[in-house]
Protein backbone atom coordinates (compact mmCIF):
# COMPACT_ATOMS: atom_id res chain seq x y z
CA UNK A 1 0.00 0.00 0.00
CA UNK A 2 1.50 3.28 -1.47
CA UNK A 3 1.22 6.12 1.49
CA UNK A 4 0.39 9.66 0.01
CA UNK A 5 1.61 11.57 3.38
CA UNK A 6 3.12 14.77 3.86
CA UNK A 7 3.90 12.92 7.21
CA UNK A 8 6.18 10.10 5.57
CA UNK A 9 9.90 11.77 6.83
CA UNK A 10 8.21 12.66 10.06
CA UNK A 11 10.37 10.34 11.28
CA UNK A 12 13.64 11.59 10.24
CA UNK A 13 12.70 14.93 12.56
CA UNK A 14 15.10 15.34 15.40
CA UNK A 15 19.54 15.30 15.75
CA UNK A 16 20.77 11.96 14.26
CA UNK A 17 24.27 10.34 14.67
CA UNK A 18 24.90 8.95 11.66
CA UNK A 19 27.54 5.85 10.46
CA UNK A 20 28.47 6.20 6.60
CA UNK A 21 29.43 3.46 4.51
CA UNK A 22 30.27 4.08 0.96
CA UNK A 23 32.45 2.57 -2.12
CA UNK A 24 35.56 4.43 -3.35
CA UNK A 25 34.97 4.03 -6.13
CA UNK A 26 31.11 3.37 -8.13
CA UNK A 27 30.33 1.46 -11.36
CA UNK A 28 33.69 -0.17 -11.61
CA UNK A 29 33.04 -3.69 -9.86
CA UNK A 30 34.70 -2.12 -6.53
CA UNK A 31 34.33 -3.95 -3.38
CA UNK A 32 36.27 -1.22 -1.39
CA UNK A 33 34.09 0.01 1.26
CA UNK A 34 35.29 3.33 3.21
CA UNK A 35 33.18 4.04 6.80
CA UNK A 36 32.73 7.29 8.92
CA UNK A 37 30.70 8.94 10.94
CA UNK A 38 28.93 12.20 10.75
CA UNK A 39 25.68 14.09 12.40
CA UNK A 40 21.92 15.60 11.06
CA UNK A 41 19.91 17.94 12.05
CA UNK A 42 16.21 17.36 10.50
CA UNK A 43 13.18 19.67 10.87
CA UNK A 44 9.90 20.32 8.80
CA UNK A 45 9.47 23.02 6.58
CA UNK A 46 7.15 24.44 4.19
CA UNK A 47 4.29 24.14 6.55
CA UNK A 48 4.77 20.66 7.20
CA UNK A 49 5.06 19.84 3.20
CA UNK A 50 8.58 19.39 3.16
CA UNK A 51 11.66 18.71 5.70
CA UNK A 52 15.56 20.09 5.72
CA UNK A 53 18.24 18.57 7.27
CA UNK A 54 21.83 19.62 7.90
CA UNK A 55 24.50 16.92 7.40
CA UNK A 56 28.20 16.79 8.74
CA UNK A 57 30.00 14.46 6.97
CA UNK A 58 33.37 13.26 8.75
CA UNK A 59 35.44 11.58 5.50
CA UNK A 60 38.95 10.44 6.72
CA UNK A 61 39.87 13.07 4.12
CA UNK A 62 38.15 15.77 5.65
CA UNK A 63 34.64 16.81 6.72
CA UNK A 64 31.91 18.77 4.69
CA UNK A 65 28.98 20.22 5.56
CA UNK A 66 25.63 19.03 3.31
CA UNK A 67 21.86 20.00 3.20
CA UNK A 68 18.99 17.78 2.15
CA UNK A 69 15.40 19.23 1.03
CA UNK A 70 12.27 17.12 0.87
CA UNK A 71 9.20 18.64 -0.79
CA UNK A 72 6.06 16.93 -1.03
CA UNK A 73 3.78 17.39 -3.74
CA UNK A 74 0.17 16.89 -2.47
CA UNK A 75 -1.17 16.38 -5.79
CA UNK A 76 0.51 13.18 -6.41
CA UNK A 77 1.95 12.10 -3.14
CA UNK A 78 5.47 11.70 -4.38
CA UNK A 79 8.17 13.76 -2.83
CA UNK A 80 11.51 15.16 -4.39
CA UNK A 81 14.96 15.44 -2.91
CA UNK A 82 17.29 17.82 -3.59
CA UNK A 83 21.65 17.57 -2.19
CA UNK A 84 23.58 20.51 -1.84
CA UNK A 85 27.01 20.27 0.01
CA UNK A 86 29.54 23.18 0.84
CA UNK A 87 31.91 21.31 -1.50
CA UNK A 88 30.31 22.39 -4.44
CA UNK A 89 27.91 25.49 -3.18
CA UNK A 90 26.23 26.47 -6.75
CA UNK A 91 25.47 22.58 -7.95
CA UNK A 92 21.75 21.68 -6.60
CA UNK A 93 21.88 17.84 -7.66
CA UNK A 94 18.89 16.62 -9.75
CA UNK A 95 15.98 15.40 -7.45
CA UNK A 96 14.96 11.57 -6.56
CA UNK A 97 10.99 11.46 -7.04
CA UNK A 98 9.05 8.49 -5.28
CA UNK A 99 6.73 7.72 -2.54
CA UNK A 100 6.25 5.01 0.48
CA UNK A 101 5.35 1.54 -0.22
CA UNK A 102 4.51 -0.22 2.93
CA UNK A 103 7.07 1.88 5.04
CA UNK A 104 9.77 1.64 2.11
CA UNK A 105 10.29 4.91 0.33
CA UNK A 106 11.90 4.52 -2.88
CA UNK A 107 13.16 7.48 -4.65
CA UNK A 108 14.60 8.03 -8.88
CA UNK A 109 16.25 10.13 -10.74
CA UNK A 110 18.46 9.99 -14.04
CA UNK A 111 21.39 11.53 -13.63
CA UNK A 112 25.13 11.58 -15.70
CA UNK A 113 28.39 9.93 -13.65
CA UNK A 114 31.59 10.92 -15.45
CA UNK A 115 30.11 11.53 -18.60
CA UNK A 116 27.92 8.49 -18.31
CA UNK A 117 23.92 8.02 -17.74
CA UNK A 118 23.00 6.50 -14.72
CA UNK A 119 19.79 5.94 -12.61
CA UNK A 120 20.12 7.18 -9.00
CA UNK A 121 17.71 5.23 -6.49
CA UNK A 122 17.22 6.04 -2.77
CA UNK A 123 16.01 3.84 -0.43
CA UNK A 124 14.61 4.64 2.90
CA UNK A 125 13.80 1.64 5.18
CA UNK A 126 13.55 0.61 9.12
CA UNK A 127 11.86 4.23 9.42
CA UNK A 128 9.47 2.99 11.85
CA UNK A 129 12.86 2.34 14.37
CA UNK A 130 15.75 4.10 16.36
CA UNK A 131 18.08 3.05 13.70
CA UNK A 132 16.78 3.94 9.77
CA UNK A 133 18.83 3.02 7.32
CA UNK A 134 19.17 5.39 3.51
CA UNK A 135 21.24 3.92 0.99
CA UNK A 136 22.01 5.17 -2.70
CA UNK A 137 22.72 2.99 -5.54
CA UNK A 138 23.02 3.74 -9.47
CA UNK A 139 22.37 2.18 -12.25
CA UNK A 140 23.79 1.65 -15.61
CA UNK A 141 21.37 -0.59 -17.49
CA UNK A 142 18.05 1.82 -16.96
CA UNK A 143 17.49 -0.12 -13.37
CA UNK A 144 18.22 -3.83 -14.95
CA UNK A 145 21.03 -4.15 -12.35
CA UNK A 146 22.19 -1.82 -9.20
CA UNK A 147 25.11 -1.43 -7.38
CA UNK A 148 24.52 0.05 -3.99
CA UNK A 149 27.52 2.45 -3.31
CA UNK A 150 26.65 4.53 -0.16
CA UNK A 151 24.22 3.06 3.00
CA UNK A 152 23.97 5.42 6.28
CA UNK A 153 22.61 4.13 9.31
CA UNK A 154 20.73 6.50 11.78
CA UNK A 155 21.24 6.52 15.72
CA UNK A 156 18.59 9.04 17.09
CA UNK A 157 20.31 11.67 19.32
CA UNK A 158 17.37 14.16 19.95
CA UNK A 159 13.87 14.37 18.55
CA UNK A 160 12.65 17.71 17.11
Known amino acids: MTTLS ?10 WRVTHRRLRERLCGSDD ?7 CSAHPVL ?16 SYHAVTLRAHDPQTGRWSIWWLDDR ?3 RL ?5 GSFDQGVGTFFADDELDGRAIRVRFRWTDTHTASPLWEQAFSIDAGATWEVNWTMCFHRQHTA
Not at 6 to 15: A, C, I, R
Not at 33 to 39: A, L, T
Not at 93 to 97: L, N
Open 6 to 15: SHDFDFLHGT
Open 33 to 39: WQSFDGS
Open 47 to 62: GGQGIVDDNLLNLPDG
Open 88 to 90: HPH
Open 93 to 97: DVPVV
